[in-house]
T-cell receptor, first 112, second 110 residues
Framework: DTAVSQTPKYLVTQMGNDKSIKCEQN?????MYWYKQDSKKFLKIMFS???????INETVPNRFSPKSPDKAHLNLHINSLELGDSAVYFC???????????FGSGTRLTVV | GQNIDQPTEMTATEGAIVQINCTYQ??????LFWYQQHAGEAPTFLSY????GLEEKGRFSSFLSRSKGYSYLLLKELQMKDSASYLC???????????FGDGTTLTVKP
């Protein structure tokens, strides 16, 4: 019954690998986001999709590629992982211009 | 862009009242949000202000003054479980995007 679910919860991988994080929401929201929270707990937006269309693409290395097959799903693929990519990645959804975000439980990515 | 300031840390006593301030400078404003984040967990939505004034929700209240670029979150009858990080976030004009402050870590002591 989870509103925003993302998998996996933990991800430990070696430098240079490629990995994906999946996110799904069952709230009927039309906008989904990826945020990165670093070790200093600062939450920074990476991407936003509205009805499968990319509307926000912050200054993120092009090794990060989001994909939204439909408005309930937003996945994040990361190529050639680097040590600095270690962080917690949160998926969130909202009804575009009203209401707050509902966050997923987060994916703790550790690159070794 | 957005610039959001809030204190890094605060400490308060169980049963007391605490006010967490947030100031912002923004090129466009479409609402201010407060979120609570316990250690190791996801942020959860607490409150939303888009018009000036006070919004009350149980033990939590949030105030907004758009002309001053200022908000506060008021927590009453503090409980130990209120120990968490409190994040102020401002939604700009760009399709729902919210910019977050660095968060205020609140410690509630017995």
């Amino acid at each position: 019954d989870t509103a925003v679910s993302q998998t996996p919860k933990y991800l430990v991988t070696q430098m240079g690998n490629d990995k994906s994080i999946k996110c799904e929401q069952n709230l009927g929201h039309d906008t989904m986001y990826w945020y990165k929270q670093d070790s200093k707990k600062f939450l920074k937006i990476m991407f936003s999709y509205n009805n499968k269309e990319l509307i926000i693409n912050e200054t993120v290395p092009n090794r990060f590629s989001p994909k939204s097959p439909d408005k309930a799903h937003l996945n994040l693929h990361i190529n050639s992982l680097e040590l600095g990519d270690s962080a917690v990645y949160f998926c969130a959804s909202s009804q575009a211009d009203r209401g707050g975000y509902t966050f997923g439980s987060g994916t703790r990515l550790t690159v070794v | 862009g957005q610039n959001i300031d809030q204190p890094t840390e605060m400490t308060a006593t169980e049963g007391a009242i605490v006010q967490i301030n947030c100031t912002y400078q923004t090129s466009g404003f479409n609402g201010l949000f407060w979120y609570q984040q316990h250690a190791g967990e996801a942020p959860t939505f607490l409150s939303y202000n888009v018009l000036d004034g006070l919004e009350e929700k149980g033990r939590f209240s949030s105030f907004l003054s758009r002309s001053k670029g200022y908000s506060y979150l008021l927590l009453k009858e503090l409980q130990m479980k209120d120990s968490a990080s409190y994040l102020c976030a401002v939604r700009g004009p760009n399709a729902g995007k919210s910019t977050f402050g660095d968060g205020t870590t609140l410690t509630v002591k017995p």
